[in-house]
């Protein structure tokens, strides 16, 4: 009995975590320059169009095709390459 009221308790804190994602297009890096995490596309940065960054390739960033965001779990997250 303590079994199942623990499972219960688990899948009911499962079904209302909420989601970030469904797919890993919905999923943005989390700054304009040198993201090193991701979010949701409602959560993203204001406008990167009028924003200059630097040209290096910062280590351990989404810069220069080193990872990128994906939705896992639900949540966005950056995978490093």
Known sequence: M??????LFVLALT????????TSEDCIPASCCH???CTTLTNAPSDCAFTFCSQECVPNTLDCNQGGCQCIKNRCLAVLK
Not at 2 to 7: C, D, H, S, T
Not at 15 to 22: G, I, N, T
């Open 2 to 7: 303590k079994y199942l009221i623990l499972l």
């Open 15 to 22: 079904a209302c975590a909420p989601k970030e994602c469904e």
């Open 35 to 37: 993201a090193s995490t």
